[in-house]
Every structure is written in structure tokens, then in C-alpha cells.
């Protein structure tokens, strides 16, 4: 499916305004969702030179596992629903900061879980390299479709 064919991030992902760090979305399958970055919606994190410290790809891996979420969940019609990062595994950074100007890519791999606890394999890498810039494993806790009741005691 060509990445024209997505719906757009905000439809995808709660997250609003500056906290929204994915451009779009560019691969979808079962398994997998890779999302482009767009570098100027890592403003809040930048520094005086524009580089994202390396710490804030967990967000972006967070954010690619949710649309992915949103995407592989077949009775999506209304507001994205509300995924939460409980917390993250063997996560390896190449680098201390994500340096200004690059094109970056956020792949998140499901590993197991369709609603409650999902887990995802993940990884950040500048466009056309397969040198992986932050990898680890995430996981989410996915809220049922209209029930904030168990968001709120997580």
C-alpha cells in the first residue's frame, strides 16, 4: 500500500500539536509499520544546533507502535485509540544524539498482543541505511475502543 494510502498520523496516533513527532506513515503489513520522522516536529527536544537527543527515539518508537496499533485494528472508526508506554527492553543507541537534516525512519515489528499488553520490536534508521541508529523492544499497553476507566488505574 503506497503511503498516499494512510490516513493521516493525527488519525492514526493520539498525540496532538508538538507532542505529534511522526511525519506519515510509509509501509504498513500485519507485522510491521515504518513511518517517516518529520525533524521539525522534534523541535521541543532540539538542541541550539537541531540535533534530538538519542533518548527521544524511544518516543518515536512508541509513536510508530500506536499507528501500527491503529492500523492493524479492523473496527477503527473514530478517535485514535489511546496506547501507553508501560516500558521498554535492551534499547541501544549508536549515538548520543540524532543529528539535524537527517531522514529518519521508525519501524515497529509486532511480537505478540492484540489488546491490553502489545509488544513491539523496533528500530530507527536514517533513510537508505540499514545500520539501525536506536533499536529495542517496546511495550504498550493498548486501551479498549471507548474505555478510559482502565487508563486512568494504569
Do not use: K
Not at 507502535?65 to 485514535?80: E, F, T, V, Y
Request: proline fraction near 6%; hydrophobic fraction near 35%.
Amino acid at each position: 500500500m503506497s503511503a498516499e494510502r494512510f490516513p493521516a498520523i493525527e488519525e492514526l496516533i493520539p498525540q496532538r500539536g508538538r507532542m505529534s513527532l511522526l511525519g506519515r506513515v510509509l509501509e504498513h503489513s500485519p507485522d510491521e509499520t515504518t513511518c517517516e520522522l518529520d525533524p521539525q516536529r522534534s523541535e521541543p527536544f532540539c538542541d541550539e544546533d537541531g540535533n534530538v537527543p538519542a533518548y527521544v527515539a524511544l518516543e518515536y518508537m512508541a509513536q510508530c507502535a500506536a499507528a501500527h496499533a491503529s492500523l492493524a485494528d479492523p473496527a477503527r472508526n473514530g478517535p485514535p485509540r489511546v496506547a501507553l508506554l508501560l516500558g521498554s527492553r535492551r534499547l541501544e543507541f549508536a549515538a548520543q544524539c540524532l543529528r539535524a537534516g537527517r531522514a529518519l525512519r521508525v519501524c515497529a515489528r509486532h511480537v505478540r498482543g492484540e489488546s491490553g499488553l502489545v509488544v513491539f520490536d523496533c528500530t530507527l534508521r536514517e533513510s537508505g541505511s540499514e545500520e539501525p541508529l536506536a533499536r529495542g523492544r517496546v511495550n504498550l499497553y493498548t486501551v479498549a475502543e471507548g474505555d478510559t476507566s482502565e487508563a486512568s488505574s494504569v
